[in-house]
């Protein structure tokens, strides 16, 4: 290859960091700048992961490689679930246990990550504060490994979003034989400071959804929100008519710092999800929560807890997901080393 060659691919890789030069997937920074037909080429992949009686199983794509979770961020679900899909697929599993690492001894995370990487690792999935971590690891630090955002800040949680697009797809979808452009889908709650709307509402329109509602008080939507795309209420009763799926969101009040509402008893009389709320969608609506859920402030016990609810559906599904993204992302890497 010639020094050209090398600029040229450099420049490439900068400059779509994500996608292999085939358009595969080599790290899964966020959904945005994914077609549709890679979006559901990760939701099909994520299918193969289910055996016939709807059970995951285990591969071998991942033998040989070292996986490395660095969780900057509390996580209860995402990076169990991460650390079950790595195992299912064969990997060398390792946790950084960031309490205790040298990042509290003022190392920097360019430094940490070159440590890492001369211990030999294939792939990291981290979760960060700052918005870009994941981008920044990727573009300026490891580009060789694969990385794999597990929740930026308030920018994105790529992963979040596909394995919410992989429960609608087989509990409405398959079941219903709605396609994605047939739907209705409600957003709930603190959009502002949530990196799961902002995945959500990105994969939701590439997957060809065209009627995506966001509610909420006019102080947890970021300004300019229409911009979107997606049709903004305040009023949950308007908001909720007809939907197929509801999405339900924790107010985020770890992101500023000080409360976000004067009254959590006040915010669930006006946008708490209860059972006479979820009866104005569609009979049969999906109700999903990313969790953590707060009980009675953004949903009620019953509807969390009711025939409607998917949201432990949205846990199994977390793992097959992610499953598919590592396993995509780890071919695209071995495609760019020319190992494959
Ligand atoms: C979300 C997150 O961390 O962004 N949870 C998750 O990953 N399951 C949402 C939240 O913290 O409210």
Known sequence: MTDTDIRTRLHQSLARPQ???GGGIRHFIGVEGLNRTQLENII?????YFDDGGRLINTDELAGKTVMNLFFENSTRTRTTFEAAQKRLGANVLNLDI???????????RDTLWNLEAMSADMFVVRHSASGAAHFMATEVTPNVAIINAGDGWHAHPTQAMLDMLTIHRE???????????????IIGDIKHSRVARSDISALMTLGVKDIRVIAPKTLLPKGIERYGVSVFEDMEQGLAGVDV???LRIQNERIGSPLLPS???YFKVYGITDARIKLAKPNALVMHPGPMNRGVEI??????????????????????????????????????GLV
Request: net charge negative; proline share 0%.
């Open 19 to 21: 996608l292999t030069e």
């Open 44 to 48: 099909d992949k994520a299918m193969g």
């Open 99 to 109: 309490a205790k690492s040298s990042t509290n001894k003022g190392e920097t995370l």
């Open 172 to 186: 409405l979808c398959m079941k219903s034989g709605k396609s994605f452009d047939e739907l209705s889908v409600a």
């Open 246 to 248: 509801v999405i339900g």
């Open 264 to 266: 959590t008893s006040e």
């Open 300 to 337: 009620a016990s019953s509807v969390a807890d009711g025939e409607q609810s998917v949201i432990l559906k949205q846990v199994n599904n977390g793992i097959a997901i992610r499953m598919a993204v590592m396993a995509m992302a780890m071919r695209g890497q071995d495609e760019v080393k």
